[in-house]
Nanobody, 115 residues
């Protein structure tokens, strides 16, 4: 069983930065892709950034140029560097690990950007 633990969320002023981390435990194999999603209260969850095992990345138009997804295989951790944060970035951020054998989610970490 794969377990994911997010951290790094918090309250930040507009224009500031945050780095989210998602530590994974358990046996991870046959990975399709890794991703970060976010969800504002009352809104549906949306894909923010994804990363394939060959290094290909994809970003939502709203975060292009500001966010960067990366991973550390030694620490088994997925990261989301968020710069130039805006109030519209506020929401609960979830990491996702999509495997051939299943799809796993973290519990989420709150990100609040004040104006």
């Amino acid at each position: 069983q794969v377990r994911l633990m997010e951290s790094g969320g918090g309250l930040v002023q507009a224009g500031g930065s945050l780095r989210l981390s998602c530590a994974a435990s358990g046996i991870i194999y046959r990975v399709r892709d890794l991703a970060w999603y976010r969800q504002a209260p009352g809104e549906q969850r949306e894909l923010v950034a994804s990363l394939t095992m060959d290094g290909r990345t994809n970003y939502a138009d709203s975060v292009k140029g500001r966010f960067a997804i990366s991973k550390d295989n030694v620490e088994n951790t997925l990261y989301l560097q968020m710069n130039s944060l805006e109030p519209e970035d506020t929401g609960v951020y979830y990491c996702n690990v999509n495997l051939v054998g299943g799809n796993y989610w973290g519990q989420g970490t709150q990100v609040t950007v004040s104006s």
